[in-house]
Protein backbone atom coordinates (compact mmCIF):
# COMPACT_ATOMS: atom_id res chain seq x y z
CA UNK A 1 0.00 0.00 0.00
CA UNK A 2 0.96 3.57 -0.43
CA UNK A 3 1.82 5.02 3.00
CA UNK A 4 -0.44 8.01 3.81
CA UNK A 5 0.33 8.57 7.49
CA UNK A 6 2.20 6.87 10.52
CA UNK A 7 -0.21 4.90 11.08
CA UNK A 8 -0.39 3.56 7.79
CA UNK A 9 3.32 1.81 8.34
CA UNK A 10 1.97 -0.11 11.20
CA UNK A 11 -1.00 -1.11 9.07
CA UNK A 12 0.76 -2.11 6.25
CA UNK A 13 3.89 -4.14 7.88
CA UNK A 14 0.95 -6.41 9.72
CA UNK A 15 -0.59 -6.82 6.08
CA UNK A 16 2.35 -8.60 4.67
CA UNK A 17 3.04 -10.40 7.98
CA UNK A 18 -0.19 -11.73 7.75
CA UNK A 19 0.99 -13.07 4.59
CA UNK A 20 3.66 -15.56 6.53
CA UNK A 21 2.03 -19.50 5.53
CA UNK A 22 3.70 -20.66 8.78
CA UNK A 23 1.40 -20.03 11.58
CA UNK A 24 3.16 -19.81 14.41
CA UNK A 25 5.95 -17.62 12.70
CA UNK A 26 3.13 -15.54 11.69
CA UNK A 27 2.12 -15.24 15.29
CA UNK A 28 5.33 -14.48 16.34
CA UNK A 29 6.07 -11.81 13.32
CA UNK A 30 2.70 -10.35 14.04
CA UNK A 31 2.93 -9.59 17.78
CA UNK A 32 6.43 -8.54 16.97
CA UNK A 33 5.37 -5.72 14.75
CA UNK A 34 3.11 -4.74 17.03
CA UNK A 35 5.56 -4.23 20.22
CA UNK A 36 7.61 -2.75 18.14
CA UNK A 37 5.91 0.09 16.49
CA UNK A 38 4.25 0.36 19.80
CA UNK A 39 7.57 0.94 21.46
CA UNK A 40 8.88 3.84 18.78
CA UNK A 41 5.66 5.42 18.91
CA UNK A 42 5.39 5.04 23.21
CA UNK A 43 9.55 6.26 23.02
CA UNK A 44 9.00 8.86 20.51
CA UNK A 45 12.12 7.64 18.62
CA UNK A 46 14.10 9.62 17.64
CA UNK A 47 16.19 9.40 13.79
CA UNK A 48 19.43 9.66 15.89
CA UNK A 49 18.24 7.11 18.62
CA UNK A 50 16.86 4.91 16.35
CA UNK A 51 20.66 4.78 14.62
CA UNK A 52 22.26 3.80 17.75
CA UNK A 53 20.14 1.30 18.19
CA UNK A 54 20.82 -0.44 15.27
CA UNK A 55 24.70 0.02 15.89
CA UNK A 56 24.44 -1.21 19.45
CA UNK A 57 22.55 -4.81 17.87
CA UNK A 58 24.92 -4.77 14.73
CA UNK A 59 28.02 -4.39 17.37
CA UNK A 60 26.53 -7.07 19.52
CA UNK A 61 26.60 -9.46 16.50
CA UNK A 62 30.12 -8.13 15.33
CA UNK A 63 31.48 -8.60 18.66
CA UNK A 64 30.11 -12.35 18.69
CA UNK A 65 32.61 -15.30 18.60
CA UNK A 66 33.31 -19.04 19.01
CA UNK A 67 34.26 -18.00 22.80
CA UNK A 68 31.87 -14.97 23.85
CA UNK A 69 28.20 -14.61 22.94
CA UNK A 70 27.61 -10.28 23.11
CA UNK A 71 23.65 -11.38 21.97
CA UNK A 72 23.07 -13.58 24.89
CA UNK A 73 24.62 -11.65 27.01
CA UNK A 74 22.26 -8.98 26.05
CA UNK A 75 19.14 -10.97 26.13
CA UNK A 76 20.28 -11.70 30.04
CA UNK A 77 20.80 -8.34 31.04
CA UNK A 78 17.87 -7.33 29.90
CA UNK A 79 15.68 -9.80 31.38
CA UNK A 80 14.59 -11.83 28.66
CA UNK A 81 16.09 -14.96 29.33
CA UNK A 82 14.86 -15.26 32.76
CA UNK A 83 11.31 -14.08 31.41
CA UNK A 84 11.85 -17.13 28.47
CA UNK A 85 12.65 -19.50 31.20
CA UNK A 86 9.94 -18.66 33.61
CA UNK A 87 7.18 -18.95 31.24
CA UNK A 88 8.70 -22.08 29.98
CA UNK A 89 9.12 -24.21 33.13
CA UNK A 90 7.46 -25.14 36.40
CA UNK A 91 4.09 -24.43 35.19
CA UNK A 92 4.66 -20.68 33.91
CA UNK A 93 6.93 -19.94 36.86
CA UNK A 94 3.02 -19.12 38.43
CA UNK A 95 4.72 -19.15 42.25
CA UNK A 96 5.80 -21.88 44.72
CA UNK A 97 2.91 -24.05 43.82
CA UNK A 98 4.66 -24.46 40.63
CA UNK A 99 8.27 -23.54 41.61
CA UNK A 100 10.95 -24.82 38.64
CA UNK A 101 14.91 -25.59 39.06
CA UNK A 102 14.83 -24.62 35.62
CA UNK A 103 17.22 -21.44 35.06
CA UNK A 104 19.07 -19.66 32.39
CA UNK A 105 21.52 -21.88 30.22
CA UNK A 106 23.91 -18.82 30.01
CA UNK A 107 26.52 -17.90 27.46
CA UNK A 108 28.94 -20.35 28.48
CA UNK A 109 27.89 -24.19 28.26
CA UNK A 110 30.24 -26.10 25.78
CA UNK A 111 29.09 -29.44 24.31
CA UNK A 112 31.01 -32.52 24.50
CA UNK A 113 32.28 -31.89 28.37
CA UNK A 114 34.23 -35.26 29.39
CA UNK A 115 32.63 -37.95 31.07
CA UNK A 116 33.20 -38.50 34.37
CA UNK A 117 32.72 -40.95 37.10
CA UNK A 118 30.56 -40.39 39.83
CA UNK A 119 32.64 -38.20 42.32
CA UNK A 120 35.09 -37.51 40.19
CA UNK A 121 36.48 -33.78 40.44
CA UNK A 122 36.34 -30.99 37.15
CA UNK A 123 39.06 -29.19 38.72
CA UNK A 124 41.81 -29.69 35.64
CA UNK A 125 44.66 -27.65 37.14
CA UNK A 126 45.67 -27.16 40.72
CA UNK A 127 43.42 -23.80 41.37
CA UNK A 128 43.00 -21.36 44.27
CA UNK A 129 39.30 -22.01 46.06
CA UNK A 130 37.70 -24.26 49.33
CA UNK A 131 37.24 -27.53 48.01
CA UNK A 132 33.59 -28.46 47.21
CA UNK A 133 31.67 -31.35 47.39
CA UNK A 134 28.44 -31.40 45.40
CA UNK A 135 25.72 -34.26 45.98
CA UNK A 136 22.75 -33.50 43.53
CA UNK A 137 19.41 -35.37 43.40
CA UNK A 138 17.53 -35.51 40.02
CA UNK A 139 13.82 -36.39 40.50
CA UNK A 140 10.22 -36.23 38.36
CA UNK A 141 7.70 -33.83 39.11
CA UNK A 142 6.06 -37.12 41.20
CA UNK A 143 9.67 -37.12 43.45
CA UNK A 144 10.62 -40.42 42.04
CA UNK A 145 14.26 -40.52 41.24
CA UNK A 146 15.58 -40.44 37.84
CA UNK A 147 18.18 -42.62 36.96
CA UNK A 148 20.60 -42.41 33.86
CA UNK A 149 20.50 -38.67 33.33
CA UNK A 150 23.25 -37.08 31.99
CA UNK A 151 24.40 -34.31 34.20
CA UNK A 152 26.21 -31.90 32.81
CA UNK A 153 27.98 -29.11 34.69
CA UNK A 154 30.57 -25.80 34.65
CA UNK A 155 31.33 -23.07 36.42
CA UNK A 156 33.47 -20.04 36.35
CA UNK A 157 37.30 -20.12 38.59
CA UNK A 158 37.22 -18.29 41.91
CA UNK A 159 39.02 -15.74 39.59
CA UNK A 160 35.98 -15.08 38.08
CA UNK A 161 37.17 -16.70 34.13
CA UNK A 162 35.02 -19.82 32.35
CA UNK A 163 38.30 -21.78 30.64
CA UNK A 164 36.89 -21.09 27.32
CA UNK A 165 37.59 -17.00 28.40
CA UNK A 166 40.87 -17.62 30.10
CA UNK A 167 43.81 -18.97 27.84
CA UNK A 168 45.90 -19.98 31.08
CA UNK A 169 43.24 -22.98 31.75
CA UNK A 170 43.47 -26.25 31.03
CA UNK A 171 40.65 -26.89 27.91
CA UNK A 172 37.15 -27.94 29.82
CA UNK A 173 38.54 -27.18 33.09
CA UNK A 174 36.11 -27.08 35.20
CA UNK A 175 33.45 -28.83 32.93
CA UNK A 176 32.31 -32.32 33.32
CA UNK A 177 29.26 -34.61 32.65
CA UNK A 178 28.62 -37.11 34.84
CA UNK A 179 25.23 -39.81 35.02
CA UNK A 180 22.94 -40.31 37.60
CA UNK A 181 22.65 -43.44 39.76
CA UNK A 182 19.93 -45.81 40.58
CA UNK A 183 18.84 -43.09 43.23
CA UNK A 184 19.22 -40.70 40.09
CA UNK A 185 22.05 -38.84 42.28
CA UNK A 186 25.52 -37.29 41.08
CA UNK A 187 28.32 -36.96 43.19
CA UNK A 188 31.47 -34.32 42.37
CA UNK A 189 34.23 -32.55 43.53
CA UNK A 190 35.22 -28.89 42.56
CA UNK A 191 35.71 -25.89 44.47
CA UNK A 192 33.41 -23.14 45.91
CA UNK A 193 32.41 -20.60 43.13
CA UNK A 194 33.25 -17.20 43.32
CA UNK A 195 30.82 -14.11 41.41
CA UNK A 196 32.17 -12.80 38.80
CA UNK A 197 31.86 -9.86 35.99
CA UNK A 198 30.21 -10.43 32.74
CA UNK A 199 32.19 -8.37 29.84
CA UNK A 200 31.55 -4.61 29.76
CA UNK A 201 33.82 -3.89 26.84
CA UNK A 202 30.21 -4.01 24.25
CA UNK A 203 26.98 -2.67 24.22
CA UNK A 204 26.24 -4.62 27.06
CA UNK A 205 29.18 -2.71 28.87
CA UNK A 206 27.51 0.76 27.77
CA UNK A 207 23.71 -0.33 28.28
CA UNK A 208 24.77 -1.17 32.50
CA UNK A 209 26.87 2.01 32.72
CA UNK A 210 23.95 4.25 31.26
CA UNK A 211 21.95 2.59 34.11
CA UNK A 212 24.17 2.83 36.97
CA UNK A 213 24.37 -0.80 36.92
CA UNK A 214 26.72 -3.46 38.40
CA UNK A 215 27.65 -6.06 35.98
CA UNK A 216 27.99 -8.94 38.70
CA UNK A 217 26.90 -12.73 38.44
CA UNK A 218 25.94 -14.08 41.89
CA UNK A 219 28.48 -17.06 42.68
CA UNK A 220 26.72 -20.10 40.82
CA UNK A 221 27.44 -23.54 39.36
CA UNK A 222 25.76 -24.62 36.30
CA UNK A 223 23.69 -27.75 35.49
CA UNK A 224 22.27 -29.04 32.37
CA UNK A 225 20.10 -32.33 32.47
CA UNK A 226 18.84 -34.59 30.19
CA UNK A 227 17.40 -38.05 29.61
CA UNK A 228 15.14 -39.01 27.05
CA UNK A 229 11.22 -38.66 27.65
CA UNK A 230 12.45 -35.51 29.71
CA UNK A 231 12.30 -31.83 28.98
CA UNK A 232 16.11 -30.97 28.94
CA UNK A 233 16.82 -28.37 31.62
CA UNK A 234 19.76 -25.89 32.37
CA UNK A 235 19.84 -24.76 35.89
CA UNK A 236 22.68 -22.67 38.39
CA UNK A 237 22.14 -23.16 41.98
CA UNK A 238 23.57 -19.74 43.81
CA UNK A 239 25.85 -19.36 46.68
CA UNK A 240 23.92 -18.84 49.31
CA UNK A 241 26.26 -16.25 50.81
CA UNK A 242 26.98 -14.41 48.20
CA UNK A 243 26.29 -10.28 48.57
CA UNK A 244 24.52 -9.66 44.67
CA UNK A 245 21.60 -12.71 44.86
CA UNK A 246 19.25 -9.64 44.64
CA UNK A 247 21.01 -7.56 42.11
CA UNK A 248 22.13 -10.63 39.64
CA UNK A 249 23.12 -8.43 36.24
CA UNK A 250 21.95 -11.07 34.63
CA UNK A 251 17.81 -11.84 36.47
CA UNK A 252 18.61 -15.22 37.07
CA UNK A 253 18.22 -16.14 41.09
CA UNK A 254 15.24 -17.52 42.07
CA UNK A 255 14.49 -18.81 45.60
CA UNK A 256 14.44 -22.33 44.72
CA UNK A 257 18.62 -21.84 42.98
CA UNK A 258 19.57 -20.30 46.56
CA UNK A 259 22.05 -23.56 47.19
CA UNK A 260 22.96 -24.49 50.54
CA UNK A 261 26.62 -24.48 50.34
CA UNK A 262 27.93 -25.42 54.12
CA UNK A 263 31.64 -25.03 55.20
CA UNK A 264 32.83 -27.35 57.34
CA UNK A 265 36.24 -28.14 59.39
CA UNK A 266 34.90 -30.76 61.85
CA UNK A 267 34.72 -34.40 60.93
CA UNK A 268 36.88 -36.81 58.81
CA UNK A 269 37.67 -34.85 55.70
CA UNK A 270 35.75 -35.92 52.53
CA UNK A 271 39.20 -36.71 50.54
CA UNK A 272 42.90 -37.21 51.62
CA UNK A 273 44.03 -34.43 50.52
CA UNK A 274 41.82 -31.96 51.76
CA UNK A 275 43.93 -30.32 54.89
CA UNK A 276 41.47 -27.34 55.79
CA UNK A 277 37.83 -26.69 55.87
CA UNK A 278 35.41 -27.64 52.77
CA UNK A 279 32.59 -26.67 51.15
CA UNK A 280 29.17 -29.06 50.77
CA UNK A 281 26.55 -28.88 48.48
CA UNK A 282 23.43 -31.03 48.40
CA UNK A 283 20.88 -29.85 45.82
CA UNK A 284 17.66 -31.45 43.93
CA UNK A 285 16.62 -30.67 40.53
CA UNK A 286 13.02 -31.60 39.48
CA UNK A 287 12.90 -32.27 35.72
CA UNK A 288 9.44 -32.40 33.80
CA UNK A 289 8.32 -34.84 30.89
CA UNK A 290 8.84 -33.39 27.56
CA UNK A 291 11.82 -33.44 25.11
CA UNK A 292 15.56 -34.56 25.42
CA UNK A 293 17.26 -31.76 23.27
CA UNK A 294 20.60 -31.26 23.16
CA UNK A 295 20.90 -27.51 23.23
CA UNK A 296 22.55 -25.11 20.38
CA UNK A 297 26.16 -24.40 22.56
CA UNK A 298 26.16 -20.43 22.56
CA UNK A 299 30.09 -21.04 21.91
CA UNK A 300 32.21 -23.34 20.48
CA UNK A 301 35.94 -23.02 21.75
CA UNK A 302 38.35 -21.22 24.05
CA UNK A 303 39.87 -17.76 23.61
CA UNK A 304 43.01 -17.41 22.78
CA UNK A 305 45.88 -14.73 23.80
CA UNK A 306 45.82 -13.13 27.32
CA UNK A 307 43.44 -13.22 29.55
CA UNK A 308 41.00 -10.62 29.18
CA UNK A 309 40.89 -7.79 32.01
CA UNK A 310 37.24 -7.91 33.23
CA UNK A 311 35.96 -4.55 34.94
CA UNK A 312 33.79 -4.72 37.76
CA UNK A 313 31.05 -2.10 37.53
CA UNK A 314 29.84 -0.33 40.49
CA UNK A 315 25.98 0.22 41.22
CA UNK A 316 24.71 3.24 41.86
CA UNK A 317 22.04 4.57 44.21
CA UNK A 318 18.87 4.94 42.40
CA UNK A 319 17.74 8.16 41.39
CA UNK A 320 14.99 9.96 43.22
CA UNK A 321 11.80 10.28 40.66
FE1 LIG B 1 27.80 -18.59 34.83
Known amino acids: MIIASEQDVTTAVLAEAARTPDARFREILTAAVKHLHAFVREARLSEAEFQQLCGAIARAGQLTTA ?3 EVVLAAGSLG ?4 VCLLNNGQGGKGDASETTANLMGPFWRLDAPRLADGASIVRAPMPGLPLFVTAWVVDVHGQPVAGADVDVWQASTEGFYENQDPSQPDMNLRGTFTTDAAGRVTMRSIKPAGYPVPVTGPVGDLLRAQGRHNLRPAHVHFMIRKPG ?3 QYSQV ?15 VTRALVGRFVQREAGAPPAADVRGPWVTLEHRFVIEPGQSRLPRPPITGKADGARPQ ?3 LSRRAAPEV
Open 238 to 252: YVDDDPNLDSDVQFG
Open 67 to 69: SHN
Open 80 to 83: VSAL
Open 230 to 232: FKT
Open 310 to 312: MAV
